[in-house]
């Protein structure tokens, strides 16, 4: 029987430097690119910073959990780590792929496993126009600002800005506004996977606007594009009794 080959890696938080050197101690590593497995030691944000450095090795990732929220992570424990990775499941992620034009002309294309989201710069509100597939939505939305999230990313920003929790797995995005104040009825919507999200600033100048994928900041864009990504993908691995399916289905029942 072939022997699961485990590269590690781990945050430079005090706890997780301390977890890194215990499962070190016990099991065998490889380097990355011999790894059958990528553990991560961490929190959320540690991880989605290993899903965007790793993704072009294509390795599953297994995470635990030395964070704050750690709601893609499995709980740490360093006894029966192979026999937990194993018998773990998998669950594909499809980045979104943002498409960030500044004010310069240039474009800025960067990856987000949760959301792509833009927000004003300054104390006045973003005006932005949204347009699905080419065809305009909303002449002017008058808000802090807006978002665009995965299925997986749902239950983080998303959430926090009264947006829809989505099942994982049913190929939609949710594209919710921030804080909007015209229409002051909308509410976002929910979109099929294969949308193409056009959204473009108004006033750029005298209402800047930001464009994040994840945590990579593009300042001052004038037009950002978003869709999902059909060609890359990577998948995480999670304990069957925790699998991020029944994670996110409870957060609709949490209160």
């Given at each position: 029987?072939?022997q699961?080959?485990?590269?590690?890696?781990?945050?430079?938080?005090e706890?997780a430097?301390?977890a890194?050197?215990?499962v070190?101690a016990?099991y065998a590593e490889v380097?990355l690119?011999?790894?059958?497995?990528i553990?991560?030691?961490?929190g959320?944000?540690?991880m989605l910073?290993?899903?965007?450095?790793?993704l072009a090795?294509?390795?599953?990732?297994?995470?635990m959990?030395?964070g704050?929220v750690?709601?893609?992570?499995?709980?740490f424990h360093?006894?029966g780590?192979?026999?937990r990775?194993e018998r773990a499941q998998?669950?594909?992620?499809?980045?979104?792929?943002m498409?960030?034009v500044?004010?310069?002309?240039g474009?800025?294309?960067?990856l987000a496993f949760?959301?792509?989201?833009?927000?004003r710069q300054?104390?006045?509100?973003?005006?932005?126009r949204?347009?699905l597939n080419g065809?305009?939505k909303?002449?002017e939305l008058?808000?802090?600002?807006?978002?665009v999230?995965?299925?997986a990313?749902?239950?983080?920003?998303n959430?926090?800005a009264?947006?829809?929790?989505?099942p994982?797995?049913?190929?939609?995005l949710?594209l919710?506004?921030i804080?909007?104040f015209?229409?002051r009825?909308?509410?976002?919507?929910?979109?099929r996977a294969?949308?193409?999200?056009k959204l473009?600033?108004?006033?750029p100048?005298?209402?800047?606007v930001?464009?994040?994928a994840?945590?990579?900041e593009?300042?001052d864009v004038v037009e950002?594009i978003?869709y999902?990504?059909?060609?890359?993908t990577?998948d995480?691995?999670?304990d069957?009794e925790?699998?991020?399916?029944?994670?996110?289905l409870?957060e609709q029942f949490?209160?």
């Open positions: 029987m072939t699961l080959r485990i590269a590690f890696v781990a945050s430079r938080a706890e430097q301390s890194l050197a215990q070190r016990q380097p690119e011999e790894a059958d497995v553990v991560a030691l961490g959320d944000g540690f910073r290993t899903l965007h450095r790793h090795l294509g390795k599953p990732v297994y995470g959990k030395l704050t750690g709601f893609l992570m499995n709980q360093v006894d780590l192979v026999e990775i998998s669950t594909a992620l499809k980045p979104l792929v498409e960030a500044g004010e310069s002309g474009t800025a294309v960067s949760n959301e792509v989201s833009l927000l300054t104390k006045q509100a973003a005006h932005i949204v347009s065809i305009v909303i002449d008058m808000c802090d600002g807006v978002l999230s995965t299925t990313g749902s239950t983080a920003y959430l926090s009264h947006g829809p929790i989505l994982l797995g049913a190929d939609v949710a919710t506004p804080s909007p015209r229409p009825r909308w509410r976002g919507a929910i979109l294969d949308t193409r999200v473009e600033v108004l006033d100048y005298k209402r800047p930001s464009a994040t994840d945590s990579n593009v300042r950002v978003v999902e990504s059909r060609d890359r990577v995480l691995l999670f069957p925790h699998s991020l399916e029944d994670r996110i409870n949490a209160y």
